[in-house]
């Protein structure tokens, strides 16, 4: 008998990675959550997604009935914040209008506001925010303040300068650097990226892998003279090739659809994205290892991506996180591809500046992957 001889090690690899290309092509479902899902689910979100605060429906009870009372609601309302939503005729009429979902916020004026300006005398206004919106009724409330004091400021300056005594100035001057508008996709579009591509490369390779052990093609292909390792390869390089393709498609879209720059270097953004693929691609050959079906695979996915997208800072700042929560947002690989993504497209950072980011995403995605290609091994010996 001649003796069975191994292919040369780039054809085992050429052969594994032609095998997987052609079997995701041929699968429509697989190649239209791989390109067209994230395309889709940018815009949805890029637009969905948004933290600014505009027209908070207000009602307002003015018990003053004075000119001065008419005058400031008028301009209280003409910001944009606060949208008018009626008038009502006591506070507790207000409240209900809160209860009821009429509005959101509801300012009253005391009887004697218009006197007590008059006279120097402290003049209260007060507003009723809707809590159960935290963001809205954060901005509601502080743009109330910020008009009443201006209102406070300027009613000083005039008592003062018609004394004859000089006012005292304190001009604040911001400067926002990056995102000068505080418009929501600059911040959200880069945070979107890293979680379809946690979502779209982790659960498509957990459920590849297991659909294959479910057909039972993988151990027809272990009959092959093939090393593990290439075999592993060959079916991870395609995900690669298309994680890449995707964040391309996702930075070209917010760059055009959402006007988002791209400040800093692409290659920065490359080795980021290769390396967090690392960790995605390493946790979904993970979660295959320890599912026997599609389902649990699935699952397994969804398991590991909600925890890792909360704990990312994509939606909250980690900052706002509680003391023993924060350590565990050092291992998610999700929090340090977004920060490479904000970094490169709105502050222009270069391999400088991110270069804790990357030295992160390689050691967590290279433990992943280490200890999930020795459990594949184990696996399929």
Do not use: C
Request: no cysteine.
């Amino acid at each position: 008998m001649i003796p069975r001889t191994a292919p040369p090690a780039r054809l085992q690899l050429a052969a594994v990675i032609r095998k997987e290309v052609l079997q995701t092509i041929r699968d429509r479902r697989v190649m239209f959550l791989l390109m067209v899902a994230p395309v889709i689910q940018t815009v949805v979100f890029g637009f969905a997604v948004n933290f600014d605060v505009d027209d908070v429906p207000t009602v307002v009870a003015d018990l003053d009935r004075s000119t001065q009372s008419r005058e400031h609601t008028r301009r209280l309302l003409a910001d944009g914040t606060l949208a008018s939503a009626g008038r009502v005729r006591s506070p507790a009429e207000g409240e209900r209008a809160l209860d009821g979902g009429r509005a959101a916020a509801a300012v009253v004026f005391p009887d004697g506001f218009a006197a007590d300006l008059a006279a120097g005398r402290p003049a209260e206004v007060q507003i009723i925010l809707d809590g159960t919106d935290p963001n809205r009724a954060t901005v509601a409330g502080a743009a109330a303040a910020r008009y009443f004091g201006e209102l406070g400021a300027a009613t000083q300056r005039a008592r003062l300068a018609a004394l004859g005594a000089p006012a005292p100035s304190v001009k604040l001057v911001p400067r926002i650097a990056w995102n000068p508008t505080l418009r929501s996709a600059p911040y959200m579009v880069p945070g979107i990226a890293g979680m379809l591509l946690i979502i779209v490369t982790t659960i498509i390779t957990a459920m590849g892998l297991a659909r294959e052990r479910e057909m039972g093609t993988l151990e027809q292909v272990m009959v092959t003279p093939i090393q593990p390792i290439w075999l592993l390869l060959g079916k991870m390089t395609p995900y690669v090739v298309i994680g890449i393709v995707d964040v391309m498609l996702l930075v070209g879209v917010g760059s055009w659809l959402f006007d988002i720059p791209i400040r800093g270097a692409p290659p920065v953004l490359l080795i980021g994205t290769v390396l967090y693929l690392f960790s995605t691609l390493g946790v979904g050959l993970l979660i295959s290892t320890i599912s026997s079906t599609q389902q649990q695979a699935f699952l397994g996915g969804f398991l590991f991506a909600i925890p890792a997208i909360i704990l990312s800072g994509v939606m909250t700042p980690i900052r706002a996180m509680p003391d023993w929560l924060r350590p565990l947002t050092l291992l998610n690989p999700v929090r340090w591809f977004v920060e490479v993504m904000r970094g490169v497209m709105l502050r222009g950072a270069g391999f400088g500046d991110l270069w804790v980011q990357l030295v992160a995403l390689l050691a967590i995605g290279s433990a992943i992957l280490i200890f999930a290609a020795l459990r594949f091994r184990k696996r399929l010996v």
